[in-house]
């Protein structure tokens, strides 16, 4: 919906959990999902990958010259490999503990357009991870949470229990690095928050 300054807010990406950690700064945003080719180009980084990604996505939806466009695409990286999302039971138990009593790294790429003007930058927060049983894991799995997760877990679920720390942006890990995302829009000349519709 417009807000106070007259844009809408529309978010370049199906992903329930952007959604919701832009409703907490009080915003529903027109969501209008971006289809591109995710494939890596020969030799590019994982955080080279995400910010052209999220850059795509922001150029492949529609905007009016009032809509405000955030786009973005978390990956989540184990010594050098990107995780992507379980294919299949057997998938989502491996990659768990695959990352059972180790550091990963959730890697997210952001893009923001306005008019002309666009910015994108990436965020990189590290999580450790406790060591997790392979019945936990078969557990979980059958939670249903981590199907559609990279990485094969949800820090803002069930998954919580098994990360013991982090290094950085908790919404990184989430899917969307807010205090990021807002320096940008800010940038633009634009406001993400708004306290009086909140309070």
Not at 3 to 12: C, E, F, H, I, R
Not at 59 to 82: F, H, M, P, Y
Not at 90 to 117: D, K, P, Y
Not at 147 to 154: E, F, N, P, R, V
Request: glycine letters at 10%; one cysteine or more; aromatic letters at 8%.
């Amino acid at each position: 919906m417009p807000d106070k300054q007259g844009y809408t807010l529309v978010l370049a990406s199906g992903s329930e959990r952007r959604r919701e950690l832009l409703a907490q700064l009080g915003f529903n945003s027109l969501v209008r999902v971006a289809d591109v080719d995710e494939t890596p180009l020969e030799g590019e980084t994982s955080i080279q990958l995400v910010e052209r990604l999220a850059q795509l996505k922001g150029a492949a939806v529609k905007r009016g010259t009032d809509e405000l466009v955030i786009s973005a695409d978390t990956i989540v990286c184990l010594d050098g490999q990107s995780l992507g999302k379980p294919t299949g039971e057997q998938h989502g138990i491996e990659m768990l503990m695959a990352l059972s009593g180790s550091r990963h790294q959730v890697v997210t790429g952001v893009c923001v357009r306005f008019g002309r003007q666009m910015l994108s930058t990436t965020v990189t927060t590290t999580v450790n991870m406790r060591l997790i049983s392979y019945a936990e894991a078969l557990r979980y799995w059958e939670s249903g949470e981590p199907s559609d997760k990279a990485g094969g877990y949800a820090i803002q679920g069930y998954g919580a229990v098994y990360v013991s720390s982090i290094e950085g942006s908790y919404s990184n890990v989430v899917g969307l690095p807010l205090y990021e995302t807002v320096q940008m829009v800010e940038q633009l000349g634009c406001c993400l928050y708004d306290f009086n519709n909140r309070f």
